[in-house]
């Protein structure tokens, strides 16, 4: 019966499942919009957008993804910990939501997990959490820019699984730091 506890950055996989890259096509087109077309000349539409519909990032982004890992406590359940990261970041004066997707190929054995994300800031976050072929996809309480917003996801596996997603996926203008560990119950 063992378990995988890794140590040091999030984990990625470059074997994707079909199913995993339609839905971060689909939170990326849910969570950016549809971009403008452009012209046959290739410029680009002439409506200017509006202060509004790209806000500022918050200055206090910073705070709220140290104050989000400070909250993710690794205990002795924990089997993967993600550190904080933010929903958005500055892409050349434009704000960009940012969907955090962490994968892993490593077997879990059977039992039950949960998914404990920690999100502070404003707004409001999904999460799909999936082990082989168990999943589920939750709106999660909208986060809080004083403390520590704590919510979970959880799973039980009846057999031995492999390949572990996480998908933490913005709302709208939501900018918060967010970080996630992985626990076995």
Known sequence: MA???PTGPPFLEDDITSTHRRLGALALAATLGLAGCTSDS???PAAAASPAANPAISPELPRYVAAADEANVQGPATVIRAGARPTVVDDNGRVQAMVLRDESRTTFTRGNY???VYCVGAGT???HFAIGGVSKIEEL???DTARPT???VELSLPADAADLSVIIMP???AQAGVAYQVQRQ
């Open 3 to 5: 378990t995988h506890a």
């Open 141 to 143: 309480p909208t986060c």
């Open 42 to 44: 290739g410029a680009a």
């Open 125 to 127: 976050l999904y999460a």
């Open 171 to 173: 709302i709208g203008d």
């Open 150 to 152: 704590v919510s979970s």
């Open 114 to 116: 949960r998914l404990t």
